[in-house]
Nanobody, 120 residues
Framework: QVQLVESGGGLVQAGGSLRLSCAAS????????IGWFRQAAEKEREFVAG?????TYADSVKGRFTISGDNAKNTVYLQMNSLKPENTAVYYC????????????????WGKGTLVTVSS
């Protein structure tokens, strides 16, 4: 049974940093495309960053967010720096078995999310 468990969310002031973690069980993330997505209130879920041998970022987070993985811990991280109030959202980790797309419909497994709140 595949499980993705996110952690590390919380309340942070604008300009601050957080590191999110996504711990995987039931799969070896190195064999999957792993992505971070987010969904703000009353908005659609959107791609933030992904790792599949190489890293890919949404334009809005380039230079501020970094995705990385630890094979030994089967965990993927999202380091978020210079956070802005508009980054407030529930952040989800997702995995795709084989896809060149980072669209939400391409992902096979999802975590339950972790809430990030950035105060101004």
């Amino acid at each position: 049974q595949v499980q993705l468990v996110e952690s590390g969310g919380g309340l942070v002031q604008a300009g601050g940093s957080l590191r999110l973690s996504c711990a995987a069980s039931g799969l070896y993330f190195s064999s999957y495309n792993i992505g971070w997505f987010r969904q703000a209130a009353e908005k659609e879920r959107e791609f933030v960053a992904g790792i599949s041998g190489r890293t890919t970022y949404a334009d809005s987070v380039k230079g501020r967010f970094t995705i990385s993985g630890d094979n030994a811990k089967n965990t993927v991280y999202l380091q978020m720096n210079s956070l802005k109030p508009e980054n407030t959202a529930v952040y989800y980790c997702a995995a795709a078995t084989a896809s060149s797309s980072w669209h939400t419909t391409a992902m096979n497994y999802w975590g339950k999310g972790t809430l990030v709140t950035v105060s101004s």
